[in-house]
């Protein structure tokens, strides 16, 4: 049991933090209009560890003028806080910011085994309470399990390409040739250096990726799911970022790695908890198919490049197409819609991606840095035209760096958008 006046100075110094916030100074982010400050449901920010889920959080309250009690479970005096102590937390919530306070914001609360039903007690009085996490399972499972459905999920991304803009003043709107040279620079440091908040200021980016590698590695996988073998954990971690947007290949990683199938499986699976990959399957109505085939991205594409012993290839094809796939899950997310790949024979070739309302595709996209040359020009076009036949969908887009324009193939229209257009204006529809 920790005490009550150390639990006391802890809360003491963090609300000295929340005073001294200015978030005049932090930029919008796309994900604050999913936030409900009425609702007696429980608003839950999710994402990888560093992606900015406390500092929205803090932004919203503030700028909506709510007084709220703070406490950051990630501060290393709360090390061994147990569900037991989180009522004396409370009592001392309410002693420094008064029994009046309607709105408590829990940062990092998966620390703290058993913390749902802490929440759930909290909503059942009337309490509004904001809640951040950076594991999947111990969030996610946990709410489905036990808040049944008393909760607004909200997934949290580093900046898209848009808020990169933002924050470093880069002209998104205007056609003149500076601007435009302003955009495309831009978007090369975007794709090299990536769009964690902390990272923008920071002049040592590798020490700050390598840190959270290790953090994520560590703190979010190893302690919460007992993994011995950290060694194999963080060579399978890295083997994934350097090869991100491949089919991932369980036998072959547990080959290289020394472990079993179910291990490799596992390590990849905590992996995704974790948010540092996201997997995309193949577009199959076989679920082994889907689990089999599955590829492996990378949150943030700033992880490729700032690390030590970094073999990432300088594909920028391939970079193109993780920061579309990204982009892909922040335009979905809140209309409900799935996404996958398709690729119909191992000869045929593939459409990056397919996103589903449900089993019914509405939407094919293709990602291709460079379609100058004929021969990747013809191939891209055929792969989104065929498949266009096969899953029944008009609705097809290929990205790359040229102009925007529409073309004619066998009867199908194809949009062909500059990939800096789709990202900045978001003008694919996504139905």
């Known amino acids: 049991m920790m005490s009550e006046k150390t639990i006391r100075i802890v809360l003491a110094e963090q609300r000295d933090y929340v005073n001294a916030c200015d978030c005049r100074k932090w930029i919008k982010r796309e994900e604050e209009s999913l936030f409900e400050f009425d609702s007696p449901l429980a608003q839950v920010v999710i994402g990888v560890r560093r992606s900015g889920k406390s500092t929205i959080c803090h932004k919203v309250l503030l700028e909506k003028g709510i007084r709220y009690a703070y406490v950051n479970f990630d501060d290393d005096r709360f090390a061994h806080l147990q569900v037991e102590d989180l009522n004396t937390v409370l009592s001392c919530i309410y002693q420094i910011y008064g029994t009046d306070i309607e709105y408590l914001f829990f940062d990092e609360i998966q620390n703290i085994e058993g913390w749902h039903l802490f929440v759930n007690r909290l909503l059942r009085t009337g309490l509004r309470v904001f809640v951040t996490g950076s594991n999947a399972r111990l969030l996610s499972g946990e709410l489905a399990t036990h808040l049944t459905g008393r909760y607004n999920e909200i997934h949290l991304f580093p900046f898209s390409f848009s808020e990169y803009c933002d924050f470093h003043c880069v002209d998104k709107k205007d056609e003149v040739t500076k601007a435009d040279a302003g955009r495309k620079r831009a978007f090369m440091e975007y794709?090299?250096?990536?769009?964690?908040?902390?990272?923008?200021?920071?002049?040592?980016?590798?020490g700050y990726v390598q840190g959270l590698i290790e953090a994520i590695v560590s703190k979010d996988i190893q302690k919460r799911f007992n993994i011995r073998n950290i060694g194999a954990l963080r060579k399978t971690a890295h083997h994934l970022i350097n090869n991100a947007?491949?089919?991932?290949?369980?036998?072959?990683l547990a080959e290289v790695f020394g472990l079993t199938g179910n291990t490799a499986k596992k390590y990849v699976d905590c992996l995704r908890q974790a948010f540092l990959v996201q997997l995309l399957s193949k577009y199959s109505f076989k679920s082994k198919e889907r689990i089999r085939n599955a590829k492996a991205y990378i949150v943030d594409a700033?992880?490729?490049?700032?690390?030590e012993n970094s073999f990432a290839p300088e594909n920028i094809g391939w970079r193109l197409e993780n920061v579309v796939y990204i982009e892909l899950l922040r335009r979905c997310a809140n209309d409900f819609l799935d996404i996958y790949y398709y690729k119909p024979s191992s000869r045929a070739k593939e459409v990056d991606f397919v996103v589903c309302n449900q089993s019914k595709a509405v939407l094919l996209i293709q990602v291709a840095y460079d379609i100058e040359n004929e021969k990747t020009f013809n191939r891209e076009v055929t792969a989104l035209v065929n498949a266009s036949v096969d899953l029944g969908c008009d609705n097809l887009y290929l990205i790359a760096f040229s102009e925007t324009r529409k073309?004619?193939?066998?009867?199908?229209?194809?949009?062909i958008q500059h990939a800096i257009e789709w990202l900045l204006h978001e003008s694919a529809p996504m139905h």
């Open 191 to 206: 794709i090299n250096d990536g769009g964690f908040p902390e990272m923008q200021w920071m002049r040592n980016k590798r």
């Open 302 to 307: 700033g992880l490729q490049n700032n690390r």
């Open 407 to 415: 073309i004619n193939i066998q009867g199908k229209i194809v949009c």
């Open 245 to 252: 947007c491949q089919e991932v290949n369980y036998d072959k």
